[in-house]
């Protein structure tokens, strides 16, 4: 199995076409390969999607489904990582060691707390985190991740 890391700038390529949503596809389609996304992610696709919506990117139909089938596939496809005390204590001390924003700090947080769960779990460690923001991705290097960002991939 493949284990990958989701940070919302990447998942969003599944549900919004844009640089990068052809290789975000074919990971999220592999039957072989694990998602791992943060409950966070549900606040900040969301944004994302009305964000959208306010910038007349997409109609009110388009958000609809897409919100829809995030939502679904957040309940049937994903491993989900809980935001509890722990999570946000450690994100409060990654946030100042890698001058991050809170939900990035939150986002690398749940990335480490599945690897760790992976160590426990099975012999293999590998877990790759996939972002397409660029301060994110330095400090998922910093702490140890190998990381997979989708907009150098060509579409």
């Known amino acids: 199995m493949n284990y990958f890391y989701f940070d919302s700038s990447a998942l969003v390529k599944r549900y919004y076409k844009e640089l990068g949503t052809g290789f975000v596809m074919e990971l999220c ?7 791992a996304v943060s ?5 900040e696709l ?4 009305a964000r959208l919506l306010r910038e007349e990117n997409i109609t009110e139909d388009k958000y ?3 919100l829809d089938n995030f939502i679904n596939d957040y309940f049937e496809e994903y491993f989900k990582v809980a935001i509890n005390f722990d999570i946000l204590i450690s994100a409060t001390h990654l946030a100042k060691k890698n001058s991050l924003r809170a939900y990035d700090a939150i986002q690398l947080v749940c990335a480490v707390n599945v690897r760790e769960t992976i160590k426990l779990g099975e012999s293999r460690s590998d877990i790759f985190f996939v972002v397409a923001d660029d301060a994110l991705e ?12 989708p907009n150098t991939y060509e579409e």
């Not at 409950?39 to 606040?43: L, N, P, Q, R, V």
């Not at 330095?138 to 960002?149: D, H, L, M, P, S």
């Open 29 to 35: 389609q592999k039957e072989d390969n694990i998602i």
């Open 39 to 43: 409950d966070i992610a549900i606040a």
């Open 64 to 66: 609809t489904v897409i």
């Open 46 to 49: 969301g944004s994302t999607f």
């Open 138 to 149: 330095k400090a998922a290097n910093v702490e140890g991740f190998k990381t997979i960002n």
